[in-house]
């Protein structure tokens, strides 16, 4: 098969949300502390009625049938998912009860799990299985869901959810530069969760930020490495149309960008012009170590940055910014929000992706983008996505309503034995919801 890659895209988010600037007032945080300091909008949850497992349903039934995919093309179905529901049961396993009714039950592939990671490697795997021997023609899925809450203090604002699917085949409009990927990979205790009757993470925020950007850096010197000796010339960051980060809350995604042409400066590459030079001039002889903690360094080498990241990176900061950090789901969404801002302009184009988990696995890759055929061109993928849409019709609660609905989640986590208020008014037609976990932990599910 040839041009293996993504076919096409559905994202699903809650349609309950809280805006950063109520809950700023709320936490009696500086203004601007959460939409400045963070560059958060808008912050989407579940409630008592949705979670991992009703957001994959409703995004991958609604991907079918946008399709018109018989469920029965599909060959290989994976899960990407930080987020705990059962140790042994996989979410894949909850999501056959599509597959079952159309008499599909060859559908190889399970859950993937680290951190914010998962997605990532269940979308290696799908590409590599259709790439393989043993792939036999059909379709491979791939749902990245991820409820992120955090206990109450300085990471509650950088909460999110929702679920995205991705149907992988060949001859696709986005397409794997598979021999443009590097790794970085390492034990560190930077966000994990390690408290198996709750939700929250254990997280150093401050860690995680620093290990983020190591991991940047590692992987695009990496990516640079392998690019020079296949391709017998320097890359940059001219190579690529746009970067797309996993998006843990804005504020890490321009301090990214800048890092990026920090790199090329320190490589001397093509891209950094004689005044960029001059300004970062002061900065050439920092150690690794220092550089992470340069004040002077992060401030001036955004201000070079910024107008790359306007052209650049932007585009791809949409839905990040106004549903919050989705784990597994936040690259992809990051990227929906690409294919949803240029979607007439991307063909042709390179886009590099990095995909960070704590604790800790990244990868940055490279995809080429082409219009494609239809269903399955760039421009369909964006009218099916209808991303403008959803986040317009969506609820705002009130900072009390939002950690009201946070004790009830805290106090059902792992619990059994009840039924939810079955209230679905605020949800759109064909969403599905959780109804009951009964004495036996067992959950059932309805479908608006
Ligand atoms: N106006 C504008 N900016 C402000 C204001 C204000 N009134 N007040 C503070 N700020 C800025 C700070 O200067 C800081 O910006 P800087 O990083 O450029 O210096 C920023 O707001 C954050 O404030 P801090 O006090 O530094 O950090 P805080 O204690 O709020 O914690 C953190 C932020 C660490 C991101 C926390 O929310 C967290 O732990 N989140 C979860 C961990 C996470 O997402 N890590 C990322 C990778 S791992 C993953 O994906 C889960």
Redesign the pocket.
Known sequence: PKNVGILAVEIYFPPTCLQQEALEAHDG?????YT???GQDCMGFCTEVEDVISMSLTAVTSLLEKYAIDPKQIGRLEVGSETVIDKSKSIKTFLMQIFEKSGNTDIEGVDSTN??YGGTAALFNCVNWVESSSWDGRYGLVVCTDSAV?AEG??R??GGAAAIAMLVGPDAPIVFESKIRASHMAHVY??YKPILDSEY?V?D??L??T??LMALDSCYKSLCNKYEKLEGKQFSIDDAAYFVF?S??N??VQ?STARLMFNDFTRNASSIDESTKEKLAPFSSLTGDESYQSRDL?KTSWQVAKPFYDEKVKPATLIPKQVG?M?TA?LYAAFASLLHNKHSSLAGQRVVLFS?G?GLTATMFSLKLHEGQHPFNLSNIATVMNIEEKLKSRHEFTPENFIETMKIMEHRYGGKDFVTSKDCSLLAPGTYYLTEVDSKYRRFYAKK
């Open positions: 945080a500086s203004k601007g502390k400045i300091g963070l951190a914010c955090y300085a990471a604002p950088t930077d966000f993470p997280v925020g401050k995680s930020q290990c983020y996993h843990p809350y504020k890490l301090k992060e950090n784990y936040s960070y704590s």
